[in-house]
């Protein structure tokens, strides 16, 4: 099955800690995308990346942080300097060239407390 | 920052309907893309319209697009209760340094009662 998986489907974390999401895809991209969702909005970039070894800040990338070691991960971390993480956090990523379609994972909820 | 603005926030239709959300953008885009949420899951590419399209289908989805109004229109005919989810409209302004950066509207949740 090719895709893209993130984990875990739900995350609790205390204020103060730092937090980690998984994104893994097998579908051989190049560009992967770090989106926050809040309940009832849209999507708001965070973090991109075009390839390996190299990644963008999106509009909210503050408390946020990245690494692109392999092609087909690119976790985030929460640091506890984002003053509200608690939220919906899905990964993306896209073929080279001139296709346009993003793949999105199934998503993380995190809480923090 | 927010591109897509899309109209309504919340429609709720009979199955057997149509369904019609709207988009509106503001700045010059190289295509738009309509996406579908089900409740807590990722989103799923539904269609693409380039800026050159004025209309496209998909089964029975039908797009269109002025680019003189900066507007575009999702819509669904013959609904089913499946079709229920939040829909998404996401402005493709082009490369940023060589990547896609694309901006998401607030989406419409649609609601199909049997």
């Known amino acids: 099955d090719g895709g893209i998986t993130q984990s875990p489907k739900y995350l609790f974390r205390k204020e103060g800690q730092n937090v980690t999401l998984s994104c893994e895809q097998n579908?051989?991209?190049?560009?992967m995308y770090w989106y926050r969702q809040d309940p009832g909005q849209g999507l708001r970039l965070i973090y991109y990346?075009?390839?390996?070894?190299?990644?963008q800040k999106g509009d909210i990338a503050e408390g946020y942080s990245v690494s692109r070691e392999k092609k087909e991960s690119f976790p985030l971390t929460v640091t506890s300097a984002q003053k509200n993480p608690t939220a919906f956090y899905l990964c993306?990523?896209?073929?080279?060239?001139?296709?346009?379609?993003?793949?999105f994972g199934p998503g993380t909820r995190l809480t923090v407390t | 920052s927010q591109q897509g603005e899309e109209d309504p926030q919340a429609l709720s239709i009979q199955e057997g309907e149509n369904a019609t959300m709207n988009c509106s953008y503001k700045t010059s885009i190289n295509n738009l893309q309509w996406y579908r949420q089900n409740s807590g899951r990722g989103l799923v590419h539904l269609i693409l319209i380039r800026s050159n399209e004025r209309e496209k289908h998909s089964g029975r989805l039908r797009v269109t697009l002025d680019t003189s109004k900066k507007s575009s229109s999702l819509l669904i005919t013959a609904s089913r209760a499946a079709d229920t989810a939040s829909y998404f409209c996401?402005?493709?302004?082009?490369?940023?340094?060589?990547?896609?950066?694309?901006?998401f509207g607030q989406g419409t949740r649609l609601t199909i009662n049997p």
């Open positions: 996401a402005t493709d302004a082009g490369r940023v340094q060589g990547a896609q950066k694309l901006v």
């Open positions: 990346s075009q390839i390996v070894n190299d990644f």
């Open positions: 993306a990523s896209r073929a080279r060239g001139l296709s346009y379609e993003q793949y």
């Open positions: 579908l051989n991209h190049d560009a």
